[in-house]
Nanobody
Framework: QVQLVESGGGLVQPGGSLRLSCAAS????????MNWYRQAPGKQREFVAL????????NYADSVKGRFTISRDNAKNTVALQMNSLKPEDTAVYYC?????????WGKGTLVTVSS
């Protein structure tokens, strides 16, 4: 069964950094692209970052480009999101996502709060 479990969220001051991690199981992780999304209170869920199956290419939302970095370790079945220069508007629940056999699978999310 496909499972995605996020970790690493917490409270951080503006300008600070956090590193999120997503542990995957139940499928051949190295065959699939992975994504990070986020959802702030009262807002729609939005795309944050994507990494290809082999890690050769990445894409980012304009709002995070230059501040966030997505990476993966296929030997450990994990994908990470390094978040630097955090802003209050980055406050959201962050979700790990993959598409497997035509279906989207989501983790339960991890909360990131950026506040002084």
């Amino acid at each position: 069964q496909v499972q995605l479990v996020e970790s690493g969220g917490g409270l951080v001051q503006p300008g600070g950094s956090l590193r999120l991690s997503c542990a995957a199981s139940g499928f051949t992780f190295s065959w699939y692209a992975m994504n990070w999304y986020r959802q702030a209170p009262g807002k729609q869920r939005e795309f944050v970052a994507l990494i290809s199956s082999g890690g050769r290419s990445t894409n980012y939302a304009d709002s995070v480009k230059g501040r966030f970095t997505i990476s993966r370790d296929n030997a450990k079945n994990t994908v990470a999101l390094q978040m630097n220069s955090l802003k209050p508007e980055d406050t959201a629940v962050y979700y790990c996502k993959c598409r497997y056999s035509g279906m989207d699978y989501w983790g339960k999310g991890t909360l990131v709060t950026v506040s002084s």
